[in-house]
């Protein structure tokens, strides 16, 4: 029956059935071949978009991540810094077991040390958080020598990383001495008990 009705059209007909069938068929494919081409496409289009987008989210967190990483090594830099300049609880007793030995090697007598209990320091606002972990330790010192033994002596307890710290210096002949001075002052050390602290 198709085949009957082509059969009578005519030239510019036939033409005319064969252009729209071949656009049939073009648009028949296109929709069950191309159309889930394209939408995969465009799916994976998205995904693509999606994973730019994640990829860009980890690189900024590994930039930030790097960050944190050089400022976390520069605040352990600092803090082993200003552990140098503190004594630990150990150290600082163990430096005032010792004064009574380090005044001998410098030729003078000892005449009393007495070990004070360590004290919290009071902190300001500013520097709290420092400050918080920080104790001070001290001692008074009485010895009898000469006196550029004494400064020597002084000189020598104070010439240390950590921070230690002379008052109260007081040098004066005893009665009857001509020669040898008594002089008293107290030591004070910084202790850090961080450490102690967070065992």
Do not use: W
């Not at 930039?63 to 600092?78: P, R």
């Not at 630990?88 to 030995?101: K, P, R, S, V, Y």
């Not at 000189?155 to 230690?164: E, F, G, H, Y």
């Amino acid at each position: 029956m198709i085949v009957e009705k082509l059969i009578k059209l005519t030239e510019q007909q036939r033409i005319a059935v064969a252009i729209l069938t071949v656009i049939l068929v073009a648009a028949l494919c296109y929709f069950l071949i191309g159309r889930n081409a394209v939408m995969g496409l465009e799916k994976a289009e998205t995904e693509y978009t999606d994973m730019h987008s994640e990829y860009a989210d980890t690189i900024n967190q590994l930039t930030g991540l790097e960050q944190l990483q050089k400022q976390f090594g520069t605040t352990k830099e600092q803090i082993e810094e200003c552990q140098q300049h503190y004594c630990t609880t150990d150290q600082a007793l163990q430096f005032f077991e010792n004064i009574n030995t380090m005044a001998v090697t410098y030729n003078l007598k000892p005449v009393s040390r007495i070990i004070s209990e360590p004290e919290q320091l009071a902190a300001d606002e500013k520097n709290e958080s420092k400050q918080r972990f920080l104790q001070a330790q001290s001692a008074t010192v009485e010895v009898i020598g000469n006196y550029f033994d004494i400064v020597d002596f002084v000189t020598a307890i104070t010439d240390r990383s950590q921070k230690v710290f002379i008052s109260n210096l007081r040098i004066a002949l005893l009665p009857g001495e001509k020669s040898n001075p008594k002089a008293s002052f107290k030591v004070s050390l910084l202790v850090n008990t961080l450490e102690e602290k967070e065992q």
